[in-house]
């Protein structure tokens, strides 16, 4: 559908293009800009930061990341920690959701108003009873309460809401059909239900995956050794002894950070943009 | 064919609820994630009001002092300068971030060839993660190499060292923060404009109305519920922004929102009973703000019924 507004209208369709060029290039420019200047030698990024396109094309900063620093090991540490929470944020959020939307059991009303509590409150403000709670337990400096805070944190909420909502949309006709074709609770929600779910499987499972990528906050409080650091911690430890910092090697990590969202990205862009806003708009 | 008896309704033969299966049967599905929330999530909730009511300096032990923290934070310069900056960057950040987001999704509704191209660069930020798209903000805003700065030079101008300059530290992080984030409820909006009927503006020029009445009589009271919760979303996640703020600004006090102020108090000086004062203070903040938009809602978000 398309609105009419004259004025709009009035725009003849060069202008149009014009101001949405120009409305692109902040969004667009600190990317490729960080593409571009990761490209660069050691003088040329400081000599010339205007060049969108270096002078001449260095890989060097690449190969010194993985030589000189445990990038490597802090790409693991991202990639096997997202999928983790992910695979886990999605059996678990599954499960709970099917159960608020399907089944009645005592305590479900309060229980789902605590849930829908923890997607909006910010756990950022609960670090101080959850560190010395992981102190208690004697897992600081591990990965662990990373995880954990994930999967039961705001996303895992958030995981739960979306599943809720998605189940609740599916006819009541086809639990009643498998229960009377004598399939139990479990098997009408592995063999029916999941199967069915797919699209919101997908949408929870970019949530999941890329607020655990993005997770800043814990990685800072729990871990000390760079060894253990993920990928948003990483980026910053590119810095002389004196605190200065290395940055045609830090924007060649950001690069390596952000290159597989933005091609992920790229190639599903629809799927993409639909699950994060169906998800967000249904409530 | 003659039809028969007709079948029976299938609520007839529907099993009564609790009757062939029990009804512990949905615990079962909602434990795994209960149990975790309880521990990681509603225990810590219950526990930042009790410690804060305790002075608590690691590594010694706890020590109760009533109202202390709270007393302590009304005198404390660093905190209400703190509350101060929130509150500005709220309200800078807040505004900014929808109307934005509605001007975009109005251009962007326009249908052109180009606009998948457009939609789909206005939304890129959004899958950047947060600390490289902060680090390269970082570099481009450096005082004397950065390209702001160079680019100023260019003409002439003196640019300002923008990470550690009040009020330009605040000013880059909100432009920063904007820039990643609006292409999400730009696409929300986009979504329910595209929900709004095309007979009702139809209906709204033949009665004479031009392009601004529209948008403000019609289009903008449609969408209104969806603005009303992209509202609250959108404070709630300025309330608790951390990760950008911090690297950009390494926690200075130019910017050093709340949430920074919570960190520095907890992790850097282990000061927990204050932290714990401090993060309550974020959720009463945070509770206020919903509350009021609640309050506020019936006067301008319309519901079709």
Redesign the interface.
Known sequence: MNLDFPRLRLLSSSMYYLVMIVLAIPFLFPTLWMLTASLKSDQEIFQNPLALIPQSISWDNFTRIFHDYPFAAQYVNSVYIAVVVTALTLIIGALAGYGFARLNFPGKDLMFILCLSAMMLPSEALSIPQFALFKFLGINNTHLPIILLQIFGGTGALAVFMMRQHFLTLPRELDEAALMDGLDRWGIFWRIMLPLARPVLVAVGIFAFLNSWNDYFNPLVYLNSSEQYTLPLGLQTFTDPLGGVFWNLTLAASTLSTLPLLLAFLVAQKQFVQSMVGSSVKG | MTTKTPPVP?SQS??R?GGW?S????????L???L??T???????L??PI?SLFEWVLPRLPEWTGLGNYTRMTTDREVTHSVWITVLFVVMLVPTNIILALG?A??L????R?AGF????????????????A???R??LQPD???VN??LGKLGIQGPNWLYEAPWALIAVVICLV?EHV??NM??F?????N?P?EV?EAA?IDGA???Q??FKV?LPLMSP?VF?TVI?TI?GA??S??PI??LTGGNDAASVL?VQ??KQ??KYFD?GY??AL?WL??LA?LTL?FLQWQLRKRWVFYES
């Open positions: 299938r529907r099993p609820k299966e009804q512990w049967v949905g615990l079962l599905f909602v795994p994630f209960m975790g929330l521990v990681f999530f509603i225990g810590p909730i526990a930042v410690m975009l109005l251009l509704n326009i249908k052109t180009a457009f939609r789909m660069a206005l939304f890129s930020p959004v899958v950047v993660p947060l600390v490289a798209w680090l390269v903000w570099f481009v190499f950065g390209l160079v680019l820039i292409g999400m696409l929300i986009l979504g329910a404009l595209q709004v095309a503006h020029k031009n392009s601004r529209i948008f289009t969806t919760l979303v709630i309330l608790k951390f990760a911090y690297v949430m919570m960190w907890g992790f927990f932290a714990s993060s974020i959720f945070m919903t």
